[in-house]
């Protein structure tokens, strides 16, 4: 198996800014995406191909990469942006496609 | 508006079958694949299978091979999952997604997903 490990928490006060980390092996070969999704709310997408927002998405939402870590970080975080984010990638070889992350919960304090 | 709209919810006893419905709208529905996730406290997000309308070619994850089967009408835009038996560890929250633009079946993004459909295996 393939995993992406991501931390279960982030808290952040508004105004300040939220990273969010997801490691693994093959993420120096591999594009990764993010999702965020609320409460009762299907995922959606706010990243993709480790640093390209799609239309729409807020510019304070940004990727990164370096080597095995990639991050998420959203600038001036706002009170709607509190809810679970997900990176999904896949292994080197394509044998474990479109894995995603252990999630990570992103509190507004 | 591009949008995909799942069944309802479902609740089932084991060993009981089920089949659940996924209608795109707003878009050409053939020309892209459709992936299921499913989503449970314990696992996550989990990647299924997915399948493409315009001629039914279909991929399962190797641990859902078997255990769930995929098809698609593209008559009425609509992709479908079932079960021939479901057990209790079937329950969990089902998303269909499509996946945006050349596929590669290694990462892609699913940039439109289905509102989800409860599935609540339990005798």
């Known amino acids: 198996s393939y995993n992406l490990t991501q931390p279960p928490s982030v808290s952040v006060s508004p105004g300040q800014t939220a990273r969010i980390t997801c490691s693994g092996d093959?993420?120096?070969?591999?594009?990764v995406f993010w999702y965020q999704q609320k409460p009762g709310q299907a995922p959606f997408l706010v990243i993709y191909?480790?640093?390209k927002r799609p239309s729409g998405i807020p510019e304070r939402f940004s990727g990164s990469t370096s080597g095995t870590t990639v991050t998420l970080t959203i600038s001036g975080v706002q009170a709607e942006d509190e809810a679970d984010y997900f990176c999904q990638s896949a292994d080197s070889t394509g044998n474990f496609p479109y894995v995603f992350g252990t999630g990570t919960k992103v509190t507004v304090l | 508006e591009v949008q995909l709209v799942q069944s309802g919810a479902e609740v089932k006893k084991p060993g009981e079958s089920l089949k659940i419905s996924c209608k795109g709208s707003g878009y050409s529905f053939s020309n892209y694949w459709i992936a299921w996730v499913r989503q449970t406290p314990g696992k996550g997000l989990e990647y299924m299978g997915m399948?493409?309308?315009?001629?039914?070619?279909?991929r399962y994850r190797p641990s859902f091979q078997g255990q769930v089967t995929l098809s698609a009408d593209r008559s009425i835009n609509t992709a479908y999952m079932q079960w021939r038996s479901l057990g209790a560890s079937d329950s969990g929250m089902y998303y269909c997604?499509?996946?945006?633009?050349?596929?590669?079946?290694?990462?892609?993004?699913?940039?439109?997903w289905g509102q989800g459909t409860m599935v609540n295996v339990s005798s």
């Open positions: 093959a993420l120096p070969k591999q594009y």
């Open positions: 997604a499509r996946i945006e633009g050349s596929v590669t079946f290694m990462g892609d993004a699913f940039d439109v």
């Open positions: 191909k480790d640093i």
């Open positions: 399948i493409y309308p315009g001629d039914s070619d279909i």
